[in-house]
């Protein structure tokens, strides 16, 4: 159900003809109210896509009626022509739905450095905003699909109230957020700043902690709207607990559709000085590409994971670092552990346990494997 | 002749029994004087081989009579066993050698985490004692090769004098050094506080530049040994410029020989408002493995070059960004430029500029494509 499992939001997604192959490309989700308030956390990449700078702009106010997404192309690194295009995106669609623009937020996913077809996009507004279904939230979902072979979607329920929200991403995955879209809804009251706290929270410690690739996207946008819908308003523990809880889930389906990937691998850091040592280090192990193609390989490399966290200014001594791979301890105080043979490494969760002796914060940190269908999905056409 | 170019240097190369499959495996250089100055560069990642703090604490004296390089085993992570191990080494060496251990560095590559095993190392270093030549620079370089699929030497030759050197290097080549081990010899009459600025000034620009996977090794090792034989000593910036000249072919060896890659990618950043700009963003472009995967294909993907440099903290504009790849400036003003067709991309060698437009500092970062082969040799044995 999506972005349309809490109340007071409808959804479309449809083809508008962005992409030549004619899948779907086009999603509008709308918040019917009563209220209106919403948030958002963009990428931190300071190249930023022409959406994401309108979409800043535009949640200042904390306010949104609408939002319009589409794959097939990515509206970045297209100067000023390419924010008009944006910028008449979203007039075209407050005009259809009797809003005004600054209440539209715009998200694009696609190829970098080329401009959208606006002769399809603006009538693709227009349909759209015809088919807007209280059922609409699965097609809009598959309409923001790139190279991802699932279309993402998370729902929890709560008392009376609902989060629910759709996600994609396949590739380009790292921290700034992912290359990714998000749309989360909930029909519980609350205002833009209650809104903008629990998902700066959620965001911190779940998409922000997904790494495919160490590549960080132009165009990552995370929304969060809410209708008041419900009449109900939680306390605030309980909201950003449901709120993270979407968000958490999302972030595992990005990571278990990355592209070309045959492992996810969650690289947990214990024994840290403090979570932003542990975020380092996490960070670290889970880019260096050794490890990645020994992972994929099935091999319990312990060596590379030692070379990664030695690059980092984390507080650690050599010689006390231990590290297990699914459950065995491999590496103790630096040196030769468990017999590296009775790691079993069949399956497609692995899991890399990086204990610094330096303290007791942890951070997880999820990535995959490099593998050469990978090379192959980015090599062998622009993406 | 790599190590014996220089006059006053004997080196040997033989098999000693390290590695399984009876290739050579064992070096020896050694300085004959008058003269027994040396200085070195160590990997800056933090989990050091015992070799690499062996050999630190020897240089400290700035004299070193000999060098004993091992293939078929890193001696990293392996505890206090392997710090005796490589004591011993250089034990065994000034033994047969008539020298103390204080004037023998010891540096080892190979597979982390293993100990070495000394029953073939220790009579490997008598054998190689025994056949000592001014001939066997060549057998030196060959014996340190581990994925090398060519061994690397180079010789500069200026009024009288001689730098020459030997370096062994494939894969996990980084910053701080790549997991290389290079031995350099001159016969110019120099101190080794003359060596030490000349070879630090040399590996900034030179090897620190070449990044081939982002991995930084726990081995690294670059010695410069000066032996006087030549009785001349040039001035320091003929000195310094001929290092520099021998460390950037070696470099470039490394990157050509770098595994599994079928590109070698100059990224060139220019226009930038400081060295150190210029760097970061180099290295950041240098390490984005989606772009690495477009040039792999082909694909003049600047979008991932405007992606990667947003990830900087460089002084730029996103608007006044400009990237050139084989001389083609495909994107102008951080948009779309000239035609990517115009492109050539058929050839090893391709040329990435990026221009900051924010002033006129420069460097140059080489690295390498990411393809399926790099994954094939990195996953389907542990190295």
Chains 1, 2 share one sequence.
């Not at 996600?167 to 809104?195: E, F, I, R, W």
């Not at 990552?220 to 209708?227: K, W």
């Not at 790691?343 to 995959?368: F, K, P, Q």
């Amino acid at each position: 159900m999506s972005v349309t499992a809490a109340q007071g939001f409808t959804a479309a997604g449809i083809a508008a003809g962005i992409k030549e192959n004619g899948n779907p490309d086009l999603a509008l989700v709308v918040n019917n109210g009563p209220r209106r308030a919403a948030a958002g956390v963009f990428t931190s990449n300071r190249v930023k896509a022409a959406p994401v700078l309108w979409s800043e702009q535009v949640l200042k106010s904390g306010k949104l009626s609408a939002v319009v997404l589409n794959s097939g192309g990515a509206n970045a690194c297209t100067g000023p022509k390419g924010f008009q295009d944006t910028h008449a995106t979203a007039e075209k669609a407050a005009e259809v739905l009797g809003t005004g623009a600054g209440e539209v937020a715009v998200c694009s996913t696609g190829l970098i450095g080329v401009l959208l077809p606006m002769d399809k996009l603006l009538p693709g507004v227009e349909t759209a905003a015809g088919r807007l279904s209280e059922h609409g939230g699965e097609k809009a979902a598959i309409a923001i699909k790139t190279t991802d072979t699932v279309h993402k979607t998370s729902v929890v329920t709560r008392g009376g109230w609902t989060v629910g929200g759709m996600a994609k991403g396949a590739g380009m995955l790292a921290p700034g957020l992912a290359t990714m879209l998000v749309v989360l809804t909930t029909d519980a009251d609350l205002a833009s700043d209650v809104l903008d706290r629990a998902l700066r929270g959620a965001t911190r410690v779940t998409f922000d902690r997904v790494d495919s690739d160490g590549c960080m996207s132009t165009n990552d946008t995370v929304l969060l709207l809410a209708s008041g819908a419900s009449g109900i308003t939680p306390g605030y523990e309980e909201f950003a607990e449901a709120v993270r809880s979407v968000c958490d889930d999302l972030g595992q389906q990005l990571i278990r559709d990355a592209e070309g990937a045959s492992k996810d691998i969650k690289v947990e850091v214990v024994g840290a000085a403090t979570e932003d040592d542990a975020v380092e280090v996490g960070r670290s192990i889970a880019r260096n590409n050794l490890l990645k193609c020994a992972i994929h390989g099935e091999d319990p490399n312990w060596g590379r994971v030692l070379s990664a966290i030695g690059t980092t200014k984390a507080a650690f001594e050599p010689d006390r670092l231990n590290v297990a791979i699914n459950g065995v301890w491999v590496c103790k105080n630096g040196g030769v552990g468990e017999d590296r043979e009775l790691v079993d490494m069949r399956y497609r969760e692995v899991h890399v346990v990086a204990d610094l002796a330096a303290g007791d914060a942890t951070a997880t940190i999820w990535t995959n494997d490099l593998t050469a269908d990978y090379v192959h999905e980015n090599s062998a056409y622009s993406s």
